[in-house]
């Protein structure tokens, strides 16, 4: 148990500008991902996000940029 203990363990005065910003950047983006989950798989949210869920493959609505003989 101490080897694992000694593998995760940080060295938090040597962490320079860069390292913390990371870390906290990829907190903030974690938590931020776990709440968009929480608000798209909530029951009561189904009803708003099933009305469009075939948005991604409605190819009435998407322009290619094509010229249509115009």
């Known amino acids: 148990m101490s080897n694992l203990r000694e593998y995760f363990q940080t060295d938090?005065?040597?962490?320079t500008a860069t390292d913390w910003?990371?870390?906290?950047?990829?907190?903030?983006?974690f938590l931020l991902m776990v709440g968009l989950y929480f608000y798209v798989l909530?029951?009561?949210?189904?009803?708003?996000f099933e009305s469009k869920k075939y948005i991604p493959v409605d190819d009435d609505k998407i322009h290619s940029g094509e010229n249509n003989g115009g």
Do not use: E, Q
Request: glycine content about 4%.
């Open 12 to 15: 938090w005065a040597a962490m």
């Open 21 to 29: 910003v990371g870390t906290i950047l990829t907190v903030v983006i």
């Open 42 to 48: 909530r029951p009561k949210n189904r009803d708003k």
